[in-house]
């Protein structure tokens, strides 16, 4: 029993000493330091059959090297304009490890650094970028699992399975380290990354089995520099780990292509070799986030960390108070320089609308784009979101939205709308189906189309057969009398369904590609748009088989708004289930502010008769449950 208390102990200590860690090098921690057990480097020659001659590397022993016990090895790969010294030369890489293991961080390990140009005159000379030079950097895959392993494991004394065997690399060492790790887990448990080059495979080919992956590597390491102009290699390598769930550490901070980077990744990235990996911290190992895809060019702020997590900077140096309100607001902290600093807690996937607030005024950030809605213009913020490849642009045939303003006579004045038609519409003689598809309370009709990515969605639909090729209509439901239970009743429901019918479908049917029939027709909304729906849909199940209605309801305290609507669905029970094809009615899960709402609702319906589907996706009452509504009604529509 005491043994095995001790074994716990000591297994606790060291999965502690793995992970507990500074997130950046200190400054000067290359520098040797006096009074320290050291290791030693020297170069060797090996044979290569691959290259057919003898080849240099470098080889660092650890201080207290014995031959007499068993080390991991770790492979350390150069860039494109480098060789085996140039480590050495531009990191001093011997120090940086003695000083780990002075202070007990270092696993004790054979550290290798080779030539990774696998030709005969490997020297970084004459014209680096030349055809031979670049493809023998594909050749030393071959030169360093045929020749290279097996010398190091025949001359020195290593533990030879893959879990004692990691690869990383810079630059052009980062895209063979990547290839070569990933491409060959049976050799390679720990791989890293440092700024990867276009080299670096596409993600599907660097890692087709995602998978297999999880199950054979012990940590994935991807670091690249905020101002690099290769980070895009990186960063679509995470993101299909991401995607895909497979643990790593996606390390962002400042600099740009160089030493200062790679020499932090080599000092990271060794900490973590050869000890247990505690896989549900991996997301907290980075200095820096990624900036929005919502922020305005070339603005960095703000980031979202690997966790999602959101860091805001602002400056305001006279302000007194500045806040970012997220649904929750956050107080922000102000530094010496006058930019206001905070880090939120983990915000849930897809869009948000955020707001800043200095000194009490609510304001949109500068450093976003801006979104109508919440009733003005606003900013906003896109998290990431493993299960959001149905709304990601892709390579696939792509639709267009239209902005389209037509002369309503009904209110006597000009209206616009969003239209998107399905790719191939104009050489198309066919007449499409049509959905009129309506926004929320405090958006218009450009809410759909940006925030809601409706495009996108339709287009990667259509290009997997998942939904009928269609037009989609996306108009402006805001009538005189304003939103919300005091703003909005009868009259502005009439309003909506004289446009509709006598101005809105008339024009859309006479200049666009559409079919005027009930069973090509589908009326849907979110919230305000629902209740739309509600109203004049029922109303007029002979012009729309297809109702859609999200994170909506009849409000259960508006007797007044609502009995005539439950009225006329019981006197009218036969033909609503008679015309409409499909009911769909969904919610964003009990946090939907429309929640309680809609189950008092389809109680009713139930009692009177009135047939139609229900479907919850959590998310409340936001853009990402809308999304997916849209995206599984698209699918069951026209069918």
């Known amino acids: 029993m005491k043994n095995l208390i001790l074994t716990f102990l000591i297994l606790c200590s060291f ?13 000067g921690y290359e520098q040797e330091k006096m009074g320290i057990a050291k290791g030693k480097i020297d170069t060797v020659l090996y044979d290569s059959k691959t290259v057919g001659n003898k080849r240099k590397t470098l080889v660092y022993t650890p201080p207290g090297f014995d031959k007499k016990k068993k080390y991991p090895v770790f492979y350390l790969l150069h860039g494109i304009g480098g060789d085996h010294l140039e ?17 007990g961080k270092l696993q004790p390990m054979i550290v290798v650094m080779p030539n990774g140009r696998a030709m005969k005159d490997d020297r970084s000379v004459g014209n680096i970028f030349d055809k031979d030079k670049v493809e023998a950097f594909a050749t030393f895959e071959k030169d360093l699992l045929n020749d290279l392993i097996p010398f190091i494991d025949k001359k020195y004394p290593t533990l030879t399975d893959k879990d004692n065997r990691a690869i990383a690399g810079l630059s052009m060492g980062g895209g063979q380290s ?19 080059a276009p080299n670096t495979k596409v993600p599907k080919d660097l890692m087709p089995n995602p998978e297999e992956a999880k199950n054979k590597l012990r940590l994935l390491f991807i670091s690249c520099g905020d101002a690099d102009g290769l980070i895009t290699f990186s960063k679509r ?19 740009g292509h160089d030493f200062k980077v790679w020499k932090n990744g080599l000092y990271m990235f060794s900490q973590f070799l050869f000890k247990p990996v505690d896989t549900t911290s991996l997301e907290q190992y980075t200095v820096l986030g990624t900036p929005a895809t919502t922020n305005i060019r070339n603005v960095k702020y703000p980031q979202i960390l690997p966790d999602n997590r959101v860091v805001f900077k602002v400056k305001a140096p006279n302000a007194q108070k500045v806040q970012i309100d997220l649904g929750k607001k956050y107080d922000m902290e102000k530094d010496t320089s006058g930019f206001w600093n905070v880090t939120t807690e983990v915000i849930s996937r897809g869009f948000h609308y955020y707001s800043l607030i200095i000194d009490g005024v609510a304001l949109a950030d500068p450093a976003s784009e801006t979104f109508y809605g919440m009733g003005r213009q606003a900013s906003g913020i896109e998290i990431p979101y493993k299960e959001g490849g149905f709304y990601a642009l892709k390579d696939v045939p792509h639709g267009d939205i239209r902005i389209k303003k037509y002369y309503s006579k009904v209110t006597n004045s000009w209206r616009e709308a969003y239209i998107y038609t399905p790719p191939g519409y104009d050489n198309s003689t066919e007449k499409y ?22 495009d996108l969605i339709l287009d990667n639909l259509i290009a997997e057969k998942k939904a009928k090729p269609m037009v989609i209509v996306m108009m402006d439901g805001n009538f005189q009398g304003g939103g919300g239970p005091a703003g909005f009743g009868l009259q502005q429901l009439n309003q909506f369904e004289n446009e509709l019918k006598n101005a809105l479908i008339p024009f859309v049917e006479a200049n666009y590609k559409v079919s005027n029939e009930a069973k090509n027709r589908a009326l849907a909304g979110l919230s305000m748009g629902g209740l739309q729906t509600l109203h004049a849909g029922v109303r007029n199940s002979d012009l729309f088989n297809y109702l859609g209605v999200f994170s909506s309801g009849w409000w259960a305290n508006n007797a007044k708004l ?29 946090e939907d502010i429309a929640h309680a709402n809609c189950q008092i609702m389809m109680k009713k319906m139930d009692e009177m008769g009135i047939k139609y589907q229900y479907s919850e996706y959590a998310g409340g009452h936001t853009w990402p449950v809308w999304r997916h509504d849209i995206y599984e009604f698209a699918q069951l529509i026209f069918k």
């Open 15 to 27: 999965m502690s000493l793995a992970q507990k860690m500074e997130k950046e090098m200190p400054k």
């Open 87 to 103: 480590w050495f030369k531009g990191a001093s890489p011997q120090n940086i490890l003695d000083n780990l293991y002075a202070e």
């Open 178 to 196: 990547l290839n070569f790790g990933l491409g060959n887990l049976d050799k390679f448990s720990w791989v890293g990354g440092f700024s990867s």
């Open 237 to 255: 390598t995470h993101d299909y780990m991401f995607e895909n769930d497979v643990p790593h550490i996606y390390y962002l901070e400042a600099g």
């Open 433 to 454: 189906p049509a959905v009129y598809l309506l926004h929320g309370g405090g958006e218009d009709q450009r809410g759909w189309a940006t925030q809601g990515k409706t």
């Open 562 to 590: 609502s009995d005539p609507q439950y009225e006329f669905m019981k006197t009218n029970k036969e033909k609503i289930n008679a015309n409409i094809k499909e009911f769909w009615i969904s919610q964003g899960g009990k």
